[in-house]
C-alpha cells in the first residue's frame, strides 16, 4: 500500500493507494474511528456496480451503513440535489457523530464534500474516488461545490476529507473515455510542476493506455504527491494553489459553453493547448515546448481544437463569471518552460480572440 500525508496540521489526512483496497475499507474505517455510523453517497450508476462491495466490507467489519443514491452526472451537481440529499440524511436520523463516504467521481465528490460542509454545520466526510479524474485531483484537497447557470463550481466550501482511498483496480472497468478524462488532468501536474513526471507520461504512455496496474499506480501517486504539497502550502488557493488551475480558465468557459455536455477532462485539454498557445503569443514559452505538450495532450486522444460550433463570444462570456475572474479580468496559468508556470492576468483580449480563432 502507498500512503501520502497530505499535512494540514490538525486537519492532515492520508490518502491510501493499493490494489483492490475496496475490500478492505472497513477494517480501516473501524480502527480509525472516524465516525459511528455512515452514509455512503453514490450516483445510480457507481452505487450499483461498486455499491454492494464496498457496503459488505464495511458489514464485514461491523460499521453501520446505509447507502443512498441520486442520479447519475453533472446534472445532478446543483443545489437542488445537495438540498434532498440532506433532507434524506435528516430522515435517516444522521446527527454530528456521523460521518459521509463519498463514492464515485468528481460529481459525487464534489456533492458529498459540500454537503458534509453544510449538513448541521459540518460533518466528517470520506473519499473514495473511482475514476482516474477523482483519483488524482478532485478527491484531494478538499475542494467541494455544485453548479449554477452563471457557471461552474460558483457555490462550495473549502472542507477536507477525513481520508481518501484510492482502488487502482476499479479502473479496468473504466470506459475509455473516462480514463481520457482523468489523463489531461495528470499530464497538468507535470507541465505546471514536474518535468520529469512529464517524460515519464511520454515514456509510459502505451503502459499508461493499457492500463497496466503498477504503472498507473506509480502514476496516480506521483499527481497525489504533487497535490498534497501545494495544498499543504496553500490551502485556499491564495497563491501557490492557483497553479492548479492550469488549463482551467478556458477549460472551464468551454465546458461551460457546451452546456455541460462536454466531459470536464477533454475541455481541460483543450484549456491547456490555449494557455500553451496564449504563452507563447506573450512570448513566456518557447514554441518547440508549446508543440511538445500539445503532441503529448493528442497522442493520449485528446482533444487540441475547440469545437468550431462553439462561439468565441459564447467563450468569453463565460470567462467573465468564472471564479479565476477579478474585475472583469480573467486569470490564466501560462507555462514558462515544462514544469514551471506563472500567473497572470496580463492577457489582452485580442491574445484571446487570435487563440480562440485558432
Same mark, same amino acid.
Given at each position: ?20 483496497? +475496496? $475490500?478492505?475499507? &472497513?477494517? =480501516?474505517? *473501524?480502527?480509525?474511528? @472516524? !465516525?459511528?455510523?455512515?452514509? /455512503?453517497?453514490? #450516483? ?44 434524506? +440524511? $435528516?430522515?435517516? &436520523?444522521? =446527527?454530528? *457523530?456521523?460521518?459521509? @463516504? !463519498?463514492?464515485?467521481?468528481? /460529481?459525487?465528490? #464534489? ?45 462550495? $466550501? ?201
Amino acid at each position: 500500500m502507498r500512503t501520502i500525508r497530505v499535512g494540514l496540521g490538525d486537519r492532515a489526512y492520508d490518502i491510501l493507494i493499493e490494489n483492490n483496497i +475496496l $475490500a478492505t475499507i &472497513g477494517a =480501516d474505517l *473501524k480502527q480509525r474511528g @472516524i !465516525a459511528k455510523r455512515y452514509v /455512503v453517497v453514490a #450516483d445510480s450508476h457507481v452505487g450499483e456496480l461498486l455499491g454492494p462491495k464496498l457496503m459488505a466490507s464495511l458489514a464485514a467489519a461491523g460499521v453501520s451503513a446505509e447507502l443512498i443514491t441520486f442520479p447519475r452526472g453533472e446534472a445532478s451537481k446543483h443545489l437542488a440535489t445537495v438540498a434532498e440529499l440532506a433532507s434524506r +440524511l $435528516a430522515q435517516l &436520523g444522521l =446527527d454530528r *457523530k456521523d460521518a459521509l @463516504i !463519498a463514492l464515485g467521481g468528481g /460529481v459525487t465528490g #464534489d456533492i458529498t464534500g459540500f454537503l458534509a460542509a453544510i449538513y448541521m454545520r459540518g460533518i466528517p466526510f470520506v473519499q473514495i474516488p473511482t475514476t482516474l479524474l477523482a483519483q488524482v485531483d478532485s478527491s484531494v484537497g478538499g475542494k467541494t461545490g455544485v453548479d449554477i447557470p452563471e457557471g461552474k463550481n460558483l457555490v462550495g $466550501a473549502f472542507y477536507q476529507p477525513r481520508c481518501v482511498y484510492i482502488d487502482s483496480s476499479v479502473l479496468m472497468s473504466l470506459p475509455p473515455a473516462e480514463l481520457l478524462n482523468g489523463l489531461a488532468e495528470v499530464i497538468k501536474y507535470g507541465v505546471i510542476y514536474d518535468a520529469e513526471f512529464f517524460r515519464f507520461l511520454a515514456e509510459q504512455r502505451q503502459a499508461i493506455l493499457a492500463r497496466d496496474l503498477s504503472v498507473l499506480e506509480t502514476m496516480i501517486a506521483r499527481c497525489c504527491e504533487i497535490k498534497a504539497a501545494v495544498v499543504a502550502a496553500d490551502e485556499r488557493e491564495a497563491d501557490l494553489r492557483r497553479i492548479l488551475n492550469f488549463g482551467h480558465t478556458l477549460g472551464h468557459a468551454v465546458e461551460a459553453a457546451s452546456n455541460f455536455s462536454m466531459a470536464h477532462g477533454m475541455a481541460v485539454g483543450l484549456g491547456m493547448v490555449a494557455a500553451c498557445r496564449l504563452a507563447v503569443g506573450k512570448g513566456i514559452f518557447s514554441q518547440d515546448q508549446a508543440d511538445a505538450v500539445c503532441r503529448l495532450i493528442a497522442d493520449y486522444g485528446l482533444p487540441t481544437e475547440i469545437p468550431a460550433e462553439f462561439s468565441p463570444v459564447q467563450i468569453k462570456g463565460f470567462l467573465k463569471t468564472d471564479k479565476k475572474t477579478v474585475a472583469g479580468r480573467p486569470f490564466f496559468v501560462l507555462p514558462t518552460e515544462i514544469g514551471k508556470v506563472v500567473i497572470t492576468d496580463a492577457v489582452s483580449e485580442e491574445l484571446i480572440d487570435q487563440v480562440l480563432a485558432g
